[in-house]
Every structure is written in structure tokens, then in C-alpha cells.
């Protein structure tokens, strides 16, 4: 069994800090193997906000827990133009990490970060063709039998949020056939600050049985319809069990889990915790 905390969109410079000290108590009691953070570290890219997330991550592997991390949007330089176009990921290289593409395997667990931020648009988030290579390659190297996690701060779907439907990653169809064809098994990603679960088949027909998994915003004061929260996921049997852990205005608290279990390439929810949602 391999136990992963999600965490996206901290937005260090917009974020509470009581939030961000529950949530390095709760990754320190949940003692989790891996804790996946899906993007925008940072609310404006500046030096400061990227010392403060900085801290929090060195905070996190002093206690013992290995990171992987992704940029977003936010983690781009909006209004210093010259920086944005020229240099747009330096500071994340310096603060963050250097890779921008991680890749960390667990028993019988393989996570593969993909950067999808992109200086010519100040939301969006595409993928390229040589960051579809990169995952083939990569996953062909790993054990048939590992879970494959590939992590993105854009979403690979449209999710629908507070009755609107967001936009799909840039290129999509190119990123579909590489989850497909990798064999991915589970998408992690953040942005639309909104944690949710879903089969991929149940969004696009064509993206077969991969699991899609949304964290909400770990630590920003921005929500959108829903507290600040973030996510667990327990892989092991061919199964996978993801918690929400929302905030209550004191603490973060886990809602009722949802069960999924693997049959013919796909993640079927299980029919109990179907009818509780």
C-alpha cells in the first residue's frame, strides 16, 4: 500500500498561514510515502512568495517526506514582462527545483510531473511533443504491473466548476493518446482550486479508464465554491481510495472516501460509496 497527500495551488502571498501550519501537521500524522503538489506554489512568482514556499517544502523533507512538485500558472511572472518571456521558470528552478519534469518511483507506484505552464498564456496550459516523448519513454522503463501517476498543474479534461466548464489542457488529443498509450493510470492535477474524483471515460469517451483526481487549494484565502482542502490517495490491490481532508474553519477533516477499484483497464467506484455521493 503506498500513500500519497495531494496538495495544489498554495498561492504563497495569498495564502493563510494557520492553514499552511495544519497542513504540515496533518502530512506528519497522515505519514504519507510521497506528497504531490500540482502547482502554483506562488500568487505573483515574485523572490519573496518563492522563499516562503521554499521554506514550507524544507519544512516538509526536514520531517522525513519526500516532494514532488509541478509549476502553474501563477508560478510564471504576470507583470514583469521581460522575465515572463526570457526567463519565466528561473525562480521555480532556484527555489523549487531544478526538474520540471520529476519523476519518483514507489512500490509498485511510478509518478511522472509534467510542466504545463506556458509563458504565452496567462491561464492556460498546454504540452508539447517532446513532453509526450518524455512520458512513453519514461513509463515504458517502469514494471507493467506499477500504477502510473502522471502529475500536471492543468487539468488533461474540461471539468465543469460551479456550472462552468473549464478548458481543456492545449493539444489534448496528442496528451490523451500518451496517457493511453503509457498506460498512466491516474491524473493528478489542481487549478480550478476544486477537488473532486472521476473516471475519464465519464468526461471524454475516447480517454478510456484513467482515473482523473482534482485537489482544491491547500492554503490560498482564493475558493472557489468549496473550503480549502486537499486530498489522500491509498494505492494498493487494485484499488485506490481517495479522501478529501476539508477545511472546518480550525482543522482539516476528512469527508467520506471514494472507493475505486480496478476491472478490465478501468476504475469502477464501488457501488456503496456510489450511492453515498
Given at each position: 500500500m503506498a500513500r500519497l497527500v495531494h496538495l495544489s495551488d498554495l498561492h504563497f502571498g495569498a495564502h493563510d498561514q494557520e492553514l499552511v501550519e495544519a497542513v504540515e501537521l496533518q502530512a506528519d500524522e497522515l505519514k504519507p510515502d510521497l506528497v504531490v503538489i500540482s502547482g502554483d506554489f506562488t500568487q505573483r512568482a515574485r523572490t519573496e512568495q518563492f522563499r516562503e514556499a521554499c521554506h514550507f517544502l524544507e519544512s516538509l523533507r526536514e520531517n522525513g517526506h519526500e516532494v514532488l512538485g509541478v509549476p502553474g500558472n501563477h508560478d510564471v511572472p504576470l507583470y514583469d514582462v521581460l522575465r515572463r518571456f526570457l526567463s519565466p521558470l528561473a525562480r521555480y528552478r532556484r527555489f523549487i527545483d531544478e526538474t520540471l519534469c520529476p519523476f519518483i518511483e514507489l512500490p509498485g507506484v511510478a509518478v511522472l510531473g509534467i510542466n504545463t505552464a506556458r509563458s504565452?498564456?496567462?491561464?492556460?496550459?498546454?504540452i508539447n511533443k517532446d513532453q509526450v516523448q518524455f512520458i512513453r519513454e519514461t513509463f515504458?522503463?517502469?514494471?507493467?504491473?506499477?500504477?502510473?501517476?502522471?502529475?500536471?498543474?492543468h487539468p488533461l479534461l474540461a471539468l465543469e466548476v460551479g456550472g462552468e466548464v473549464g478548458r481543456a489542457i492545449g493539444r489534448q488529443e496528442m496528451a490523451l493518446d500518451a496517457v493511453e498509450e503509457s498506460g498512466v493510470d491516474m491524473l493528478l492535477a489542481g487549478h480550478n482550486h476544486h477537488a473532486s474524483s472521476h473516471d475519464a471515460s465519464d468526461l471524454v469517451t475516447r480517454a478510456g479508464g484513467v482515473l482523473v483526481v482534482q485537489a482544491g487549494t491547500a492554503t490560498s484565502t482564493?475558493?472557489?465554491?468549496?473550503?480549502?482542502?486537499?486530498?489522500?490517495?491509498?494505492?494498493?490491490?487494485?484499488?485506490?481510495?481517495?479522501?478529501?481532508?476539508?477545511?472546518?474553519?480550525?482543522?482539516?477533516?476528512?469527508?467520506?472516501?471514494?472507493?475505486?477499484?480496478?476491472?478490465?483497464?478501468?476504475?469502477?467506484?464501488?457501488?456503496?460509496?456510489?450511492?453515498?455521493?
Open positions: 504565452l498564456t496567462f491561464k492556460d496550459g498546454r515504458a522503463r517502469t514494471p507493467s504491473e506499477s500504477v502510473r501517476i502522471l502529475v500536471t498543474h482564493r475558493v472557489r465554491e468549496q473550503e480549502q482542502s486537499f486530498n489522500t490517495i491509498d494505492i494498493g490491490d487494485g484499488s485506490a481510495t481517495i479522501t478529501v481532508h476539508a477545511w472546518n474553519g480550525s482543522a482539516f477533516r476528512p469527508t467520506a472516501p471514494r472507493r475505486y477499484r480496478m476491472h478490465d483497464g478501468r476504475w469502477i467506484l464501488q457501488k456503496s460509496e456510489e450511492a453515498a455521493h
